[in-house]
């Protein structure tokens, strides 16, 4: 066992999909613990090792992927089996390194980590803070564990919970706009599958003039904006409704509740 799951939830999931999309390890070299039934049959029939806590803190590498308020329990659990050498990644949303240092009752290796459920196709995108004593080698191997299922970004410890607005919620806002537009098509008579298609190409399509276009939002906002056409139209609509306000409300949310979280 290279690397262990204690939780193997939406998120956590994701993870181990991309480790072993992207062929860094099978998945007879991954172990998860996890109470759930249900969540022990789906990865035990795709290969992955259910393992005992016991068993998972004996590999190089272990992956925090519990709710933050069940951090505690675990801790307090794993805590006998613990190995000074053991790397801890964390992907819990506000949980400190120094809060899990504590529960671990050491000064542990802890990598923390936002990322995105993206990841489960390759397309992901996460956060990772460089904690000491984690070495520089130590690092760039957790980083290569969310590289591999998209893109991973180095950011301070203490900027982790605002790059939660930026694309560790972000999914399902998006996602939301989404439903609104395909609920907009059936009204309109059009399938919800094609609009569906439709907008999802417009979302890729778009993301990558933002990302390879070389333009800031602003410029290809005005590119798409004819003098007098429907777009001006629709942000006039949008900025009618307090869009941008509305926005920034949700982002500002969404950080907040990582702070009420955090420990």
Not at 154 to 175: C, V
Not at 201 to 224: D, N
Request: net charge negative.
């Amino acid at each position: 066992m290279q690397i262990g799951f204690i939780g193997a939830g939406n998120m956590a999931g994701a993870v181990m999909t991309g480790i072993v999309s992207a062929g860094l390890f099978p998945p007879s070299q991954i172990a998860f613990f996890d109470t759930a039934p249900e969540k022990q049959e789906q990865w035990r029939e795709k290969g992955y090792l259910s393992a005992t806590l016991e068993e998972i803190a004996q590999c190089p590498y272990v992956f925090f992927g519990v709710k933050p308020q069940g951090i505690d329990g675990v801790l307090e659990q794993i805590r006998p089996f613990l190995r000074k050498e053991t790397v801890f990644l964390s992907i819990l949303a506000g949980i400190s390194s120094a809060y899990l240092k504590k529960g671990l009752g050491f000064d542990a290796k802890v990598v923390p980590v936002m990322p995105n459920l993206p990841l489960q196709l390759g397309c992901g995108a996460a956060a990772l803070a460089h904690v000491p004593p984690v070495s520089r080698e130590e690092f760039d191997f957790a980083r290569s564990l969310f590289s591999c299922g998209g893109l991973a970004v180095e950011l301070p410890e203490e900027k982790l919970n605002e790059s939660i607005g930026i694309q560790g919620s972000t999914p399902a806002f998006l996602f939301r706009f989404a439903r609104c537009v395909t609920e907009f098509a059936r009204e309109q008579g059009i399938d919800e599958a094609s609009a569906l298609r439709l907008f999802a190409q417009t979302m890729a399509g778009s993301a990558k003039m933002l990302l390879e276009g070389g333009k800031t939002p602003e410029e290809l906002i005005r590119m798409v904006s004819s003098p007098g056409g429907t777009t001006l139209e629709g942000l006039a609509a949008l900025d009618k409704g307090g869009f941008d306000d509305t926005i920034r409300i949700a982002l500002e949310a969404s950080v907040r509740r990582a702070y009420e979280l955090g420990r």
